[in-house]
């Protein structure tokens, strides 16, 4: 059984990572946690309320209707037997709320909607799924492009600059969804400079090729343009990518090498769904009883 929690606003984006994450796991035990946090500040002016009711309360009313709703939306447009669906509405910050859940239900991923840019201008910087990726350290976050259709995940990439050893635990995530679709796993470098490998680079790829023995991978380098997110998003064009996974660390090797802070940039730009793993330590709940699990058919 896995436990997956997915916060929603009840907009149509939040929908779309519901209808993704409910295809993507179609044939894996699930109950999905379907996650609402209201603030005064939200709701005030929620209609249809009486007026002597409190603004929590108001605000509480809503969220349990609109849960419900979309609770009953998703077994009519989306039913799957080993599918089971719990609510939860809190009057508390996204981050605090989904904190407290991954721990106290043992959620093996957190599942998220997540808006483009408009042009060159992120108008997004401040968004809850950002939010989520970077202060959540004990799952792993699957960001989901707005009107990002379910595609099965045949060809995923790694995105990667060597300089971290990656244990085999922080990586299972990326071998068990590689696993449950017969996917091919392309471990992208972004070169910053025409310089060969060091000792230490070299021992840490090897040490790739040896955990993702179990599926089919390969290793692909990349000059980097202006910024690594461009030239992550043009690879992923170019090879039909439908997944791009990163390990997410303080220094990683893509902040150091733009300057500018990677998870949010590639949740932003990327069109297609951004897996972000947790480093050693941290990684396990997605994998915990993985084996025990049904396996995923390629569709």
């Not at 209808?19 to 209609?47: D, G, R």
């Not at 249809?48 to 409190?54: N, S």
């Not at 300089?163 to 091919?184: G, V, W």
């Amino acid at each position: 059984m896995k436990n997956i929690l997915i916060p929603t606003d009840f907009s149509e984006n939040a929908w779309n990572a519901i209808q993704y994450a409910v295809e993507l796991f179609k044939e894996v035990n699930c109950t999905f946690y379907l996650l609402n946090v209201y603030t005064p500040a939200i709701f005030q002016s929620v209609e249809g309320i009486p007026a002597d009711i409190g603004i929590e309360d108001a605000s509480k009313v809503f969220s349990l209707s609109e849960l419900e709703r979309l609770t009953s939306r998703i077994q009519k447009e989306l039913f799957n037997s080993n599918h089971t669906y719990k609510s939860i509405t809190s009057f508390q910050f996204l981050v605090s709320e989904v904190k407290a859940i991954v721990e106290k239900e043992k959620i093996d991923l957190i599942v998220m909607g997540t808006k483009g840019a408009t042009g060159a201008t992120e108008v997004f910087l401040g968004s809850n799924t950002v939010r989520v990726i970077k202060s959540v350290k004990d799952c792993p976050v699957l960001a989901i492009p707005e009107g990002s259709d379910f595609i099965a995940p045949s060809e995923i990439a790694f995105a990667t600059d060597f300089n971290r050893f990656y244990s085999k635990n922080e990586l299972q995530p990326l071998i068990d969804l590689a696993k449950s679709f017969d996917a091919t796993i392309r471990i992208v470098y972004v070169q910053q400079q025409d310089w060969p490998l060091t000792d230490e680079q070299q021992f840490n790829l090897n040490m790739l090729h040896k955990y993702l023995d179990e599926v089919k991978h390969y290793q692909h380098t990349l000059t980097k343009s202006d910024s690594v997110s461009k030239s992550l998003k043009f690879f992923t064009e170019e090879l039909d990518i439908y997944l791009l996974a990163m390990l997410h660390y303080k220094h990683s090797f893509i902040e150091r090498l733009t300057r500018e802070p990677i998870v949010k940039r590639v949740a932003f730009h990327t069109q297609i769904p951004f897996l972000v793993i947790p480093e050693l330590g941290m990684s396990s709940a997605f994998s915990r009883n993985m084996e025990k699990d049904t396996r995923v058919e390629k569709i």
